[in-house]
Nanobody, 118 residues
Framework: QVRFVESGGGLVQPGGSLRLSCAAS????????VGWYRQAAGKQRELVTS???????NYADSVKGRFTISRDNANNTAYLQMNSLKPDDTAVYYC????????????WGQGTLVTVSS
């Protein structure tokens, strides 16, 4: 099964930026849609953004215009550039590969914690 290692989280002030990375173990990474999820304390995990193999992207309304997803198929890695961060963005961020019906197919990693606070 495909596994993931997320990194790049940390403590940032409101309005700041972070760039998250997601390294996948699968050689078939390139043919799948990649999704970034987040889970805030006491809430369910939610899909924040995704990018298809054809580089088509989707964003949740809450992050549209502030977050940018990208991928590097040669290195089985995805990225999430987060700008203009808000306290509501505080969460553990995870990545996964999505199947044709948008369901995650890999083993969830440890995630990377993003804390937005002054």
């Amino acid at each position: 099964q495909v596994r993931f290692v997320e990194s790049g989280g940390g403590l940032v002030q409101p309005g700041g930026s972070l760039r998250l990375s997601c390294a996948a173990s699968a050689s078939f990474f390139r043919i799948y849609t990649v999704g970034w999820y987040r889970q805030a304390a006491g809430k369910q995990r939610e899909l924040v953004t995704s990018i298809t193999s054809a580089l088509s992207t989707n964003y949740a309304d809450s992050v549209k215009g502030r977050f940018t997803i990208s991928r590097d198929n040669a290195n089985n890695t995805a990225y999430l550039q987060m700008n203009s961060l808000k306290p509501d963005d505080t969460a553990v961020y995870y990545c996964n590969l999505l199947n044709a019906i948008g369901r995650p197919v890999g083993v969830w990693g440890q995630g990377t914690l993003v804390t937005v606070s002054s």
